[in-house]
């Protein structure tokens, strides 16, 4: 009966390893192999999150903030990405100005498609305002109710309002701050507020709101205070980063393969309209764990068949692209080997350049003593204050620059 159940349980395992062997691939999967995927997917479907929305004030007065937004988004993200879990993240966005200017709110939803964010935000200007209160109340209520945010009860949510000047208590027709900030509340949002600049009555709302919000209030210069800092390794990285990204190779339908155009060109306005720190910001941060979903999106070919997600002969012809489609498949298959060794390679390349860029602006900002009032400091304590009720946990460090 034991020889019989043994039989058995051998025939299953077989058959089970046989089903997720990768046909088409020719790299070598065994029953070690099959079972460390089994895990990793397990693990990821169980790893940690993180979703965030930036609500910015993007009236005159804050050119210089809405600047250090642009230049060190990818640095927040990326120190958000140093959990030990390697947290998932998902980035959002609500622009406001007030009624009369050329728009009183605008959204960007939640997504893992960093590059696509930040294309959105590369479009944002400082323009409008001038005239006291803003349409903070509108900006708040569109982050807590109009943006996708997970419903799961272990996900890190959070909002960093951002701004000079007061909401408006006078617009009759507005949800007030403190209703709109219980609505976050029941949903698990966390409400912190950045005040730019030195307005008293800002402060005062502002420290009301992160108090109701159970968040922090912080204080920046106009400017935002954040480290500015360029180094001797950024356009190395900068330029590996664009290598990489033309290591991707996409598949799909063809409204899949539409919204695959729209995330290169996104990332291609990133890589010739930012700055080269910018860009060896993003470096850093797509090498990462958390980062692999912004470098490669979805239905990536090559990630997709080294892994052994999907098998190349058993693929739609309809869903290669056409500079595959030409191609034998055993041409193809050398394609996608010959990327998978050179992404691996500009990776490492990339994470060795990343340690020394760390170790280079840590030296530069100690040696300034601007770390401990700089926007990055900030908004890195409170992450990591706030995540560790979710389960993040995060070393003692400084923030990412």
Same mark, same amino acid.
């Given at each position: ?37 089994? *895990? ?13 929305? /930036? ?16 230049? @060190? ?14 947290? =998932?993240?998902?980035? !959002? ?11 009183? *709110?605008? *959204? ?20 409008? !305002?001038?005239?006291? +209160? ?19 009860? !272990?996900?890190? @949510?959070?909002? /960093?309002?951002?701004?000079?000047? +007061? ?11 403190? =209703? ?27 420290? #009301? ?41 996409? &598949? ?18 990133? #890589? ?6 910018? $860009? ?14 912004? $470098? ?12 052994? $997600? ?6 739609? @012809?309809?869903?290669? +692209? ?46 300034? !003593? ?9 908004? &890195? ?12 946990? &995060?070393? =003692? ?5």
């Amino acid at each position: 009966m034991k020889i019989k159940l043994l039989a058995i349980s051998v025939f299953a395992f077989t058959v089970l390893s046989v089903s997720l062997y990768p046909l088409n691939s020719g790299w070598n999967v065994n029953a070690k192999n099959v079972v460390r995927n089994l *895990t990793q997917n397990n693990t990821h479907a169980q790893k940690n999150k993180i979703e965030v929305v /930036f609500v910015l004030d993007t009236t005159g007065s804050m050119s210089g903030l809405i600047q250090a937004a642009k230049e @060190k988004i990818w640095s927040i993200a990326t120190s958000m990405a140093s959990a030990e879990s390697s947290p =998932e993240i998902k980035v !959002g966005l609500v622009a406001y100005r007030d009624r009369g200017d050329a728009y009183v *709110t605008k *959204t960007v939803g939640l997504s893992q498609d960093l590059d696509s964010v930040y294309a959105k935000l590369m479009d944002f200007k400082a323009a409008g !305002g001038g005239d006291g +209160p803003e349409s903070v109340n509108k900006a708040l209520y569109d982050a807590v109710n109009n943006v996708s945010w997970s419903q799961a009860k !272990g996900v890190y @949510k959070v909002v /960093f309002l951002v701004g000079d000047a +007061p909401p408006h208590m006078d617009y009759r027709d507005d949800v007030k701050y403190p =209703e709109i900030i219980k609505m976050a509340h029941d949903k698990g949002i966390v409400i912190n507020a950045i005040q730019s600049g030195n307005n008293q009555s800002t402060r005062k709302q502002w420290m #009301h709101m992160a108090s109701l919000g159970q968040g922090e209030y912080f204080q920046v210069g106009q400017s935002g205070n954040a480290v500015a800092i360029h180094t001797p390794y950024d356009k190395k990285m900068a330029t590996l980063s664009k290598k990489l990204d033309d290591t991707r190779i996409y &598949y799909g339908t063809k409204q899949e393969r539409e919204k695959q155009s729209a995330k290169v060109k996104a990332t291609d306005k990133m #890589h010739s309209e930012s700055s080269l720190a910018t $860009r060896a910001r993003r470096a850093e941060f797509n090498v990462q764990k958390s980062g692999k979903y912004n $470098r490669l999106g979805k239905n990536e070919l090559v990630d997709d068949v080294v892994s052994g $997600r999907i098998n190349l002969n058993s693929l739609d @012809k309809d869903k290669l +692209p056409a500079s595959m489609l030409a191609l034998p498949t055993i041409q193809q298959l050398k394609v996608i080997k010959e990327n998978a060794k050179l992404r691996s390679e500009l990776m490492q390349e990339i994470k060795d350049l990343s340690g020394k860029r760390k170790e280079y602006l840590n030296a530069e900002v100690n040696k300034s !003593g601007a770390a401990e009032e700089s926007l990055d400091e900030k908004i &890195y304590k409170t992450v990591r204050q706030q995540a560790a009720k979710k389960g993040l946990e &995060y070393k =003692e460090g400084s923030a990412a620059y």
